[in-house]
């Protein structure tokens, strides 16, 4: 099945290539992504997963992530993207001299027809906050994201683990289980 990814991250397509096996995905090639101004990872999803069905026939997945801190309230969650020009730097700052260091990873996916049919998906990874970056793959804030289970950042553990451990491959697992459309 041939289906876009609204968005303009070659990461995320990376790893959701993976998880949807049969799934001939591309990055959807449009301009003008609406702004991620959504109070949830599910907002943002569908906005832009509807912003690219104005660009393509295909079924197009809409994502949206995010990371949430613990001793932050959850912050920044589904303004990851917009929280600091510096995420990682801004994060290891807040958490200074802060023993609760516990963090996850959530993803939301959208999967929509052009008839309008809708598909949803979520994935989450559970973690802590290294105390530096270690590690130079993956993207955001993988250098300082430790999973449970591993001594390792994501960005160490590196983007053969992330193609099937990540909230996004989980997300991709969890939509497959819930749709006909694979
Ligand atoms: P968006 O989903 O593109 O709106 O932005 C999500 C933001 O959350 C990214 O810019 C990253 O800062 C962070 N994020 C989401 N997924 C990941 C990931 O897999 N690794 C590291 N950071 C991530």
Known sequence: MRARLASKNANKLREL???????ELELLDADGYPPEEGETYYDNAIAKARFGREHTSE?????????????LGGRPGVE???WADDGVAALLDALKGVEDRRARYVCELVALSRDGEERRGTGTVEGTIA????????????????????????AELGNGWKRDHSHRARAARSLLRKSRIH
């Open 131 to 154: 105390l530096e970056p270690r590690g130079s793959e993956g993207f955001g804030y993988d250098p300082i994201f430790v999973p449970d289970e591993e001594s390792r950042t994501v």
């Open 80 to 82: 990851s993207a917009r």
């Open 17 to 23: 290539r993976h998880a949807l096996p049969d799934w």
């Open 59 to 71: 079924w197009v997945l809409g994502e949206d992530s995010g990371i949430e801190v613990s001793a």
